[in-house]
Nanobody, 124 residues
Framework: QVQLVESGGGLVQAGDSLRLSCAAS????????MGWFRQAPGKEREFVAA????????GYADSVKGRFTISRDNTKNTVYLQMNSLKPEDTAVYYC?????????????????WGQGTQVTVSS
């Protein structure tokens, strides 16, 4: 079973940047497609970004495309989310998730393992 631990969240101002990290316990981390999702208060969990287990293919929500970049380092069992030009509407708890498959999806129900989440708050 994969254990995921997110870090890097915090309180920033609009226009600032943050980099989230998600460290996995599993030595076969490279066998998993990985995704980032977020959930704001009173809203459903939504897809942010994901990548294949090799990192060769990525996908983004329209709301973050051009501002966020997902990447992974399979030698460190870690996936990253670089967030630039942050906006107040990016405020949410951010979760990383793992899917034992080559390909990612945009549906949170397709991911088997989840981290505990890290809070990102963007002030205007």
């Amino acid at each position: 079973q994969v254990q995921l631990v997110e870090s890097g969240g915090g309180l920033v101002q609009a226009g600032d940047s943050l980099r989230l990290s998600c460290a996995a316990s599993e030595r076969t981390f490279s066998s998993y497609a990985m995704g980032w999702f977020r959930q704001a208060p009173g809203k459903e969990r939504e897809f942010v970004a994901a990548l294949t287990r090799s990192g060769g293919s990525t996908g983004y929500a329209d709301s973050v495309k051009g501002r966020f970049t997902i990447s992974r380092d399979n030698t460190k069992n870690t996936v990253y989310l670089q967030m630039n030009s942050l906006k107040p509407e990016d405020t949410a708890v951010y979760y990383c998730a793992a899917r034992p498959n080559v390909f990612y999806t945009r549906s949170y129900s397709d991911y088997d393992y989840w981290g505990q989440g890290t809070q990102v708050t963007v002030s205007s």
